[in-house]
């Protein structure tokens, strides 16, 4: 069990607790309990089973205040959905719960000292791992849970019960965040996020950077200064300046995302926040662990040096690449696998689940950061294996991820409610508070400003000034910034970094995500935008929308069109077959690496991002240089789809299958020399 | 994490593990590894760190082996799908290849000693649950394990590899078999389920009592003897032989019912056999739990004693009927919230999952056994809740429980063939062993033989020889005989017990899960048979078929009465309005207490068990006090639909529908008097 397990009888105090939970009437009942009696020792057997049976009730108990609250919680939700409330999102909601219970727990109910621990005072020179206790005759097993301060040995006597409703931080890094990670990368809008690929990488590395090094800066510069008025209680190096710049630079609009999903706010900005969100908190992560991870030689181990700051930069690239290249070569065999394993339900989703877990633990062992690999492998299996599975697999994968995703998430956030009460060493410090509001604000803004300004230069499609104040007003932090900085508490820089960043995470979700909906009235962004409709009205913008994406595109045209002829082919039962595809020397090999499926397909191409680069039939508005007549849609329609069938790419490619020449050319894209002798793409035609 | 977590560097050969099982390759590889220097001791935190960081890339490894072993078998589970070859089931093919780890692990990889591990020999007289260690000036926390037996010291430090891939076995029970009772009590197939309930209860209660004291006293016999030739090694007593009978006694014949489906053999048949290993788990938990807590006074512990006797079966009575009542309230909880929250099937769904675990934390953290009220919980939730789930949260719930029973139900069964190799405490006594296979054929033929005879005197439709023959062939021990087994294995008698399960499951897997098909031919039981199928038969066969439901049913009718006519409408949407069911007086509290959705939902009944009793409109011929000439189907359909109305009960219910005043006789049966003048039933007919 993920609890730290204590043995204690504080049995009847956990019953009233879960029954409080229930009607979640936060009454302060200070339950009182008799010691037990002495035991005697010919019964030491009984006692110690009872007091196993003791603790795993107490677990259950324990685990059980947790599942009612998320229940409360999503009981709580179903009324606001139901009556359009917008104020307050869900994970706001659990942690305002979570609030309550950690008050609860904390002034509510006082369990008095447990007199079964024991401190040991036997001095060794290490602390191993494992410890065998000789109990007069019996050996006894215990393992390390981890180091306590000096000052807190008391506290571990006194406060069971609040310890007890402490997780392992582990936890959070281990089985909560992978879900909310790999489906953020699952349901990345694809189609609308390589649109703007560039502008999401440059906000999401660079941006993070600059965000993690002002914030670092801005607060080293504070730090010094309470040094100066004597408000600094223990160390605090530039290093943890920039440790603490590096996890609140890990932003995760969750609630500004529901709400732009619920009002349909325009699908660029949406790509932009939720690209750069999903982006930055593999940044952060990696980011932190490489500043951790700097350790200049010699004694004084906070001094700067080059070979230090080098090394740290080699981590970060490593590390990145590293998951980076595995997360998508899990995702690449999945997607191999699935390739062939259709028909079986069951067995395609439970592969699909137990492949994307294998990658996080595989990545790990590695010495990686799953949560990176995870992230690019659920990108990964959303472009190619979500191709391959059959359509109820499509929906059980998607449906168990959200499922998991919800569940992790709402966790977390009731979790953080509670700990604002329980956490025990928390170090709030009003200076530093502010500053590190003032960090935030003004490292947010040197991210987003600049950035957007100088992408400006490049894009066409301009970000304007109202999506820049909106992105700037939508840098909350959420479920990552507070797993990273949960994981390590042990020194005062740490444990003032932990609360200060709980404060941020409550200050942002509660302020900044409830107040999105004015904002996006104040700052007048369009709503009740259908992603299609936005579609639609971009063939009327003409020859200015053109060039645009031909700029945001000129990243991955080169990616896009290696992916499209070989790689969905190869990896999917989508896409083009390479016989049409490879050049024609190729012909025996292609022909064994395309599915039968592939030719069936060929007809109704189901591409999900088709119109990543090419839209409309513009063929060669985006491709300047191939110059093929199929000139924007209507011009050669069958029927009063001319402009109905721009509102779905499947119903174009369909639409224009019925065409003759050029329906080869839209097929199979981008592909020169045309091979009309193809037999199978003739059939295809004729059907 | 819930692996035994001792830190080693063993890291170099966990990764040539995962290697291996990646490629699935039996080369034993035994990896040396260097010693590690020795620390310097201003190093000492990062060593800390370092340390932490190991044991977690560990921990990802050992759990990588088995994610990879779960994907194994599902690809290969595949392959057998695809070419039908039906004589090896999923489970027994994850021992199989649990096993082959299993070996690799035990005589493959050599890890030296860890020097970290230390034997503290501070004489206390109790074993507190956490021990805070003082190392040289450091506090370290450390908590309870276990207690390891004097000549397993040894091992501890020598098998470092082997109890790592070593779970906890509470994980079984409190994480891996509440998923899989769920789904099987949410699968129930009720219509046949509760056409065979008499029976079914006989079987898992009378007959699961009768095998576990027919296998206790014929072990206890065969454990004299053992004592007398001196082949036993240590104390065997009475209660562990019954304890033994209690455990063995759970039937899980997954493999035979997998099958069974796909071959669509007899469903009375399947009815029998999921019902009894569906109940007789929850039946064999609470006997052994009981048998444990037989406990005479005095210092002989082992004495006969009517007043423990009395108390142990005082405590199955509460704990079963506590557990039940348990999971069947928070069942109807869960309805009742799910009568209100439609419309949004994600909070649908999360909520459905969470009040389906929190009924097993709630039983646990009350002292019932959480796996029975679990049980329960998932047939309460089939009978009401799901009608008032939208249909898409009816297939996700569905899915997801099904996805969890897969990867729960493999993953045990790999995990029973891993640690036949890796349990370091094994006992085969060969002398027990066929004692137990003896005991165990004797046991369930005491079950099966003896009742059927019984249940034929008062059956019309009869267990016939050949099914009795089926019966005692398909039971099978899974997943629950091994985590009751497991859970305690410190005594000599339950090591000797745990070694025996294990070889009872492999064979009865592989054996007789294996010979199914060839049982069933030898038995000339039919396959092939449609469910629906067989009631169009049951219509054929007239008057013997007609007085088996009276008798069959008997037990049920006022329940089911009752049921259908309060608690149905009440808690779901289904059912008949409240109004037509509630004698005239209770008209405004039936019109308050039913839902607008049971007035619309009127004229097309959807009630899954709706021909629980009721079939083919033969109102007359089930309930002879009730004479309403609704005579048989066919007799006022419009249209061919005669018996083609007959192959799904909604098909003819709808069809029905169209009369005239029988409609409402069949729409809400049983229903005396009529009420003509309801305006809303009157609406209906018209529409």
Not at 9 to 17: E, H, Y
Not at 123 to 131: E, K, R, V
Not at 185 to 190: A, P, V
Not at 581 to 594: D, E, S, V, W
Request: overall charge negative; charged content about 15%.
């Amino acid at each position: 069990m993920v609890f730290k397990v204590t043995v204690s009888s504080a049995r009847r105090a956990t019953r009233t607790l879960w029954l409080l939970v229930l009607v979640s009437l936060p009454v302060c009942i200070s339950v009182c309990r008799a010691s037990s009696p002495q035991e005697d020792s010919a019964m030491e057997n009984i006692v110690t089973e009872k007091k196993a049976e003791e603790s795993h009730r107490q677990d259950s108990a324990d685990l059980l205040i947790f599942i009612l609250l998320l229940t409360l919680t999503i009981l709580t939700i179903w009324l606001f959905k139901h009556r359009r409330f917008r104020f307050l999102h869900e994970t706001g909601l659990a942690m305002i719960y979570g609030l309550i219970v950690g008050v609860i727990l904390r002034y509510g109910i006082h369990v008095p000292r447990d007199v079964s621990n024991v401190t040991l005072n036997c001095h060794f020179n290490a602390s191993p791992a494992t410890l065998l206790v000789n109990v007069s005759g019996k050996f006894y097993e215990y393992t390390l849970k981890g180091e306590i301060s000096a000052n807190e040995v008391n506290d571990v006597q006194d406060n069971e019960m609040l310890r007890k409703v402490t997780f392992d931080p582990e936890v959070f890094f281990n089985i909560l965040l992978p879900p909310i990670i790999f489906h953020a990368g699952y349901s990345l809008k694809r189609r609308h996020f390589f649109r703007n690929m560039g502008s999401i990488l440059a906000y999401a590395f660079l941006g993070t950077v600059i965000s993690c090094f002002i914030i670092g800066l801005l607060m080293y510069g504070c730090v010094t200064l309470m040094k100066q008025v004597g408000q600094l209680g223990g160390d605090f190096f530039f290093t943890d300046c920039l440790f603490f710049g590096a996890i609140v630079s890990a932003t995760d609009p969750v609630t500004v995302l529901a709400i732009f999903n619920e009002l349909q706010v325009d699908v660029d900005l949406y790509a932009l926040l939720f690209g750069e969100s999903v982006l930055n908190d593999a940044v952060a992560v990696v980011l932190s662990s490489s500043i951790v991870a700097y350790q200049p030689e010699g004694d004084n181990s906070h001094t700067f040096e080059v070979m230090a700051l080098l090394k740290s930069f080699g981590i970060f690239l490593g590390v990145f690449s590293g998951s980076f290249a595995l997360g998508v070569a899990t995702g690449i065999v999945t997607a191999l696998i699935s390739f062939f394993l259709r028909d079986f339900q069951l067995l395609e989703t439970a592969l699909f689940f137990l492949m994307s877990w294998s990658t996080f633990l595989l990545a790990e062992a590695c010495g990686f950061t799953g949560v990176v690999a995870v992230l690019f492998c659920g990108i990964t299996q959303a472009h190619y294996t979500y191709n391959n599975l059959s359509p109820e697999s499509q929906d059980r994968t998607k449906q168990l991820f959200e499922l998991l995703n919800f569940l992790a998430e709402n966790f977390i956030f009731s979790y953080m409610g509670l700990t604002l009460f329980t956490f025990q060493n928390h170090v709030f410090n009003p200076m530093f508070i502010v500053g590190a509001f003032v960090a935030l604000f003004i490292g947010r803004a040197a991210n987003i400003y600049p950035l957007s300004f100088l992408l400006n230069l490049g894009r066409r499609n301009k970000i304007r000034s109202n999506f820049q104040h909106m992105m700037m007003f939508a840098g909350l932090r959420g479920a990552m910034t507070f797993a990273l900085s949960i994981r390590d508490t042990a020194t005062y820089a740490r444990q003032m970094m932990f609360s200060t960043t709980l404060l941020v995470v409550f200050f942002t979700v509660w302020i900044c995500g409830g107040g999105t909906t004015q904002m996006l009235s104040c700052q007048r962004i369009r709503v009740g935008v259908d992603s299609d409709q936005d579609n639609s009205i971009s063939v009327g913008e003409g020859s200015e929308r053109r060039s645009t994406k031909q700029e945001s595109a000129w990243l991955f045209r080169i990616w896009y069109n290696f992916d499209h002829n070989y790689l969905k082919p190869i990896l999917t039962h989508s896409g083009p077959p390479l016989t049409a595809t490879l050049p024609p020397c190729c012909g025996p090999l292609a022909r064994f690496l395309t599915s039968p499926q592939a030719f069936e397909n060929e007809c109704q191409l189901k591409d999900d991002d088709s119109d990543l680069i090419l839209r409309d039939g513009d063929i060669s508005l985006t491709y300047g240089d191939i110059t093929v007549s199929t000139d924007a849609s209507g011009a050669h329609t069958s029927g009063g789809l001319a402009f109905a069938g721009a509102s779905t790419s499947d119903d174009l490619d369909r639409e224009l299958a019925y065409g003759d020449h050029e329906l080869v050319m839209r097929g199979t894209r981008l592909v020169l020399p045309m091979d009309d002798s193809e037999p199978d793409l003739a059939a295809c035609v004729s059907v």
